[in-house]
């Protein structure tokens, strides 16, 4: 026998001061520039609907193009890097004592650093004239100089992102590996497992969940980076390390085209919604699919 | 097969090297020095309160600790310093330990797999194993959806499936599974000890899982092994009175004595007991004698004193009477009453074999 429960929806009265917060940070601004996307803003107080114009031009356009793959290549790079980097790191760390808490503080600066201060520190030390970094290179006979070579550009603005956020991906190793019961290493031991099948049979797996905040966090965060590159290389030389946002701030601020931005910003939103989908469902995965036993 | 000898092994967390002879004895041990002698095939239980020094035992013989004094020999091998891959014991942890993102298959495996087994050999024994273990339906199966019993299992075939296996060690095995599965899996753990002949030694802190689990119990508290014997030894005759205390629902009932005139006495009656020495002089006396070998009489005899019935509880089976003897309260359970005994004085007889004499805290012989 079942009894109905009496159906009480109150409760829901307790989401609304959340939904209405959502809506002023999120969703109202978002409607605008969905508003902005498909008018043409003649002046402040005359405007013309023109449907999907904007957005066909926007995905015509060859600029966007060459900036996308710019950032695909650019947060591809800094997942590659970064996250092997932060593990390997975390792994190098000592397990507790006051090493570790000095390591923690040590690693945890560049954290502190604001944006632009990271991008101005860079400037200033990789510059070939008067910088540590690239006074030092071109005495060694190194042909660097990032105003120049998109591919020193392109180098320092990586290393640049590398120092600022890898210790980020280290802490968060760092967590997950101290959560790790010690009875998985003992057990190790006993089954004589090497140092390399304890990382890849019970630490790996085990990172797994803050590996997944750590990609997904990288992954948006690069790609929407805009101060460090604006400040180190203001997007050159030429358009070489002119990643989306810089591209959507020259269009919507430097031109003032505000129907092709908000159009650009749309895609743009869509775009990092649709690969954090996919890298959250492929990395939710990883490791989980059954395979036929040998 | 194997015999385990613990030659004077004592550890302390606290001081990682050797400590000087002399010094030993300002050392905080949480194993004090001991030797013990685990024999061959024998089934053991380790009992005792939460940081008595179980687990520190367990895994000084395994190897995972080395101990800070002692020699460990395994069949008269010296054993002390090598690692616990090279020593043929293995280990069953609290919380199931497996490794997720393989099959069953290969979590059986992987012992083998690092010892450079052969893969049709792997498969053989794997299947031997796994069939014992009732986990040949599950072996294609990825360990991590597995129940905590079915995951168990897993860290128990990872060490009976290396052929040189001579003994087990189990850390509280059961802890995190269902009752109803308990005694299926402990069942099963006495079939595999029979049937591999192997030597298993079980920590736990629950004296039922230990009585029907082992030939031998071992009574551990504050790091020192206090009594080893067979259960009946341990109810009948503990060693220690913290023995009479852990062993036994409720535990034995210890009475303030002294001794005068070459006999114990209980406010000046002489209680006449099971030990046959003298105590030492100045210790601190006691008669213990269990609630289930208390009697009780409306009439004073030998080996008797005068008590107040208190309460009583009629527990179907048994009766539980409270008495008042002088300052201390004394639990009498009686078995087969025909009349519940009723409030008010009353003798309670000792009976000499049951009761017996302890010296600061240790059974005078």
Redesign the interface.
């Given at each position: 026998m079942t009894t109905a429960k009496p159906v009480n929806q109150r409760a829901w009265w307790l989401v609304l001061p959340v939904l209405i917060s959502v809506a002023f940070s999120a969703l109202i601004p978002l409607m605008t520039v969905v508003n902005y996307s498909v008018q043409d803003i003649l002046s402040p107080s005359q405007s013309v609907y023109v449907g999907m114009e904007w957005y066909k031009e926007v995905l015509r356009d060859s600029d966007l193009h060459s900036a996308l793959v710019r950032q695909l290549l650019f947060s591809g790079a800094v997942l590659a890097v970064e996250i092997p980097l932060g593990v390997a790191l975390a792994l190098a760390m000592p397990a507790a004592g006051w090493r570790s808490s000095l390591v923690l503080v040590l690693l945890a600066m560049p954290l502190l650093v604001p944006w632009n201060v990271v991008g101005t520190i860079w400037q200033i030390f990789s510059r070939a004239d008067i910088g540590l970094l690239g006074y030092t290179l071109t005495r060694f006979g190194v042909d660097y100089n990032y105003a120049q070579s998109s591919v020193a550009a392109w180098c320092t603005v990586l290393i640049m992102d590398v120092w600022h956020w890898t210790p980020l991906v280290a802490l968060l190793a760092y967590a997950g590996l101290r959560a790790i019961p010690e009875a998985y290493y003992q057990a190790a031991r006993i089954d004589g497992a090497s140092r390399w099948a304890v990382f890849r049979y019970i630490q790996l797996p085990k990172l797994r969940g803050v590996l997944m905040i750590a990609v997904l966090l990288r992954f948006m965060d690069s790609f929407m980076i805009y101060t460090e590159p604006f400040v180190l290389t203001g997007g050159g030389p030429g358009t070489s390390t002119t990643f989306l946002s810089q591209y959507l701030t020259q269009k919507a601020v430097g031109q003032f085209d505000l129907g092709p931005a908000a159009a650009f910003s749309m895609v743009y939103f869509l775009i990092i919604l649709l690969l954090c989908f996919v890298l959250y469902n492929y990395i939710k995965d990883v490791g989980t699919a059954d395979r036929s036993s040998s | 097969m194997a015999r385990i000898e613990l030659v004077d092994v004592g550890h302390s967390y606290s001081a990682s090297a050797s400590a000087p002879a002399g010094q030993s004895d300002a050392l905080d041990w949480a194993l004090l020095p001991m030797t013990m002698t685990w024999a061959d095939g024998g089934a053991y239980a380790l009992l005792g309160p939460s940081g008595c020094g179980k687990t520190t035992l367990l895994?000084i013989i395994?190897?995972?600790i080395a101990p800070t004094r002692g020699q460990i020999l395994l069949d008269g091998r010296d054993v002390t310093l090598l690692?616990?891959?090279h020593r043929n014991?293995?280990?069953v942890?609290?919380?199931p330990?497996v490794?997720?993102?393989?099959?069953?298959?290969?979590n059986l495996a992987?012992?083998l797999r690092?010892?450079q087994w052969r893969?049709p050999e792997v498969?053989t024994r794997v299947h031997e194993i796994a069939e014992i273990l009732e986990l040949l339906p599950d072996?294609?199966?990825?360990a991590?959806g597995l129940s905590a019993d079915a995951k168990q299992k897993i860290?128990l075939g990872?060490?009976l499936v290396r052929p040189d296996v001579a003994a087990v060690l189990f850390d509280e095995p059961l802890t995190v599974i269902d009752p109803h599965l308990k005694w299926l899996l402990r069942r099963k753990l006495k079939q595999i000890h029979q049937q591999l002949r192997l030597s298993l030694i079980y920590v736990t802190h629950d004296q039922t899982e230990a009585l029907t689990f082992a030939d031998q119990i071992v009574l551990m508290t504050k790091g020192e092994v206090v009594q080893a014997g067979t259960a009946q030894e341990l109810f009948e005759a503990p060693a220690h009175r913290f023995v009479g205390h852990f062993i036994g629902t409720p535990g034995m009932n210890f009475l303030d004595c002294e001794w005068r005139d070459g006999a114990a006495r209980i406010a000046g009656t002489q209680i006449v007991t099971a030990s046959g020495g003298i105590p030492p002089a100045g210790a601190k006396l006691l008669i213990g004698i269990r609630p289930e070998f208390v009697e009780l009489h409306d009439h004073a005899s030998a080996n008797s004193v005068p008590a107040r019935i208190c309460a009583v509880r009629d527990l179907g089976a048994s009766t539980m009477v409270q008495l008042q003897l002088g300052p201390a309260a004394v639990w009498a359970k009686l078995r087969n009453t025909r009349h519940v005994p009723e409030l008010g004085p009353v003798f309670a007889h000792l009976p000499p074999v049951r009761c017996a004499l302890y010296a600061d805290e240790r059974r005078v012989a």
């Open positions: - | 895994n395994s190897g995972l690692a616990p891959e014991i293995a280990q942890f609290q919380f330990v490794y997720d993102t393989m099959t069953v298959f290969d992987f012992p690092n010892r893969t498969r072996l294609g199966r990825r991590r860290s990872r060490g």
